[in-house]
């Protein structure tokens, strides 16, 4: 251990995320910036997992991915093509990319690229489908095809050029900054964020030579999609973190992950290994029709946000959030954030919260801290229907089980010789 302490390599491994430098700076085809999705291959949200493993909105997602990219033509093809093997699944956290709910990615989705350039590192994320009957939450209709041919052959070409007309990309430090004193906690809640994306690339959009009906198309799907911002930062919060645990060393949580089967874990000194247990369920408020009952387990990487602090962690940033996510009102939105600070080894200065007397938001979730206390993370979700093709039905929150962390602490402490194997 090149550190004296544990504590040491986690202030190492926390002043790396808080001087990160993640810009936005590209929008590409998914299979241009990560080579192993040359073929039939589909990159999912969390741990490992197998076809006949995935619950129903992974396998719908699939499903869906596998008619969008025309390796089959019905359903029950397309089934049968993913549960012979013909189609190879790997997780979107192994090849620098993170993805929402189902998480499911194929070589022509358009994706963001955020560079974090004070490691030099870059992440992906797909991009937001908007609401409704989307992939993400397992639905596969014509209406989803159709819109995601529309994302591959319109709204990821006009992003990215516009990106790459800008003169050094989006600097997102400033963004999350100002959204979090705008009601952001960049999970259930990105109005703002979405704004200010939208403020700062119009003009970028209206200087490019493209079809007018292709500009007008963009700017109000951007307008019109609330959480367009969540896949920007799901790709800044996995490159920033991706950045701070290349020193190996400590005992900082860097990354939080759900495949609706394991819910999994990275911690610094680790390395690449998950600690998984099995997820828990979210609670929450449903949409009409739907109940409790229906809910999938908890899906998806972007409990990435909540690693990186934002998120369910930082849920007195938006106490409007609450009651969408069923988590009451504002003293129960400060006593939320004020239970994290205890598992979190300080607070990040990059991005204070006016409703929290201006503190910074948690920085740095500690395996130790969590075992210790008994405290696990809360995390923002969507709730997805546990059937394939019924989408999204509700939201709420749910906690980390504590078994990820104990398994991790346990794996840490042989590492450093302080038990044996």
């Known amino acids: 251990m090149q550190y004296k302490t544990i504590d040491e390599a986690n202030r190492a491994v926390i002043d790396k995320i808080v001087g990160s430098a993640p810009f936005l700076v590209d929008a590409v085809p998914a299979k241009s910036v990560i080579p192993e999705l040359e073929g039939k291959v589909l990159l999912h949200a969390g741990p490992p997992i197998t076809w006949d493993e995935m619950t129903g909105p992974m396998q719908g997602s699939c499903v869906g991915a596998a008619l969008f990219e025309g390796w089959a033509q019905t359903e029950d093809e397309a089934r049968r093509m993913l549960s012979n093997g013909e189609i190879t699944f790997i997780p979107c956290h192994h090849v620098n990319a993170v993805g929402p709910m189902g998480g499911i990615t194929s070589g022509n989705m358009p994706v963001f690229v955020v560079e974090n350039r004070s490691e030099g590192n870059r992440g992906y994320c797909i991009m937001n489908e908007g609401i409704g009957k989307v992939l993400r939450f397992g639905a596969y209709s014509q209406e989803v095809i159709d819109r995601l041919t529309w994302m591959k052959n319109v709204l990821g070409p006009v992003l990215g050029q516009a990106l790459r007309s800008t003169e050094d990309g989006l600097n997102l430090n400033v963004m999350i900054a100002k959204a979090i004193t705008m009601g952001d906690e960049f999970h259930q809640r990105n109005i ?31 307008a019109d ?9 799901m790709a800044t919060a996995k490159t920033v973190l991706d950045g701070a645990r290349k020193l190996q060393e400590g005992t900082v949580v860097t990354a939080m992950s759900r495949n609706g089967k394991d819910f999994g874990i990275r911690i610094s000194g680790m390395g690449d290994q998950w600690f998984t247990a099995p997820v828990n369920t979210p609670q929450g408020l449903f949409f009409t029709g739907y109940c409790q009952e229906d809910a999938n387990p908890d899906i998806g990487d972007s409990a990435i946000t909540e690693a990186y602090g934002v998120g369910g962690m930082a849920m007195i940033a938006a106490p409007g959030v609450t009651r969408f996510v069923g988590a009451g009102g504002f003293e129960d939105a400060l006593a939320t954030s004020n239970e994290m600070s205890e598992i979190c080894i300080d607070q990040n200065p990059n991005f204070s919260v006016p409703t929290w007397d201006f503190q910074g938001i948690c920085l740095g979730i500690d395996a130790r801290k969590v075992v210790e206390t008994g405290i696990t993370p809360v995390i923002n979700t969507g709730i997805a229907h546990k059937e394939p093709g019924v989408g999204q039905i509700g939201a709420g929150t749910v906690r980390a089980p504590i078994e990820c962390f104990e398994k991790a602490l346990e794996a840490y402490a042989q590492k450093l010789g302080l038990l044996d194997s």
């Open 192 to 222: 703002a964020a979405s704004l200010i994306f939208l403020k700062e690339i119009s003009p970028y959009i209206v200087d490019l030579n493209i079809d007018e009906k292709d500009r007008r198309d963009v700017i109000k799907f951007l």
């Open 225 to 233: 999609t609330d959480q367009f911002f969540l896949n920007i930062m």
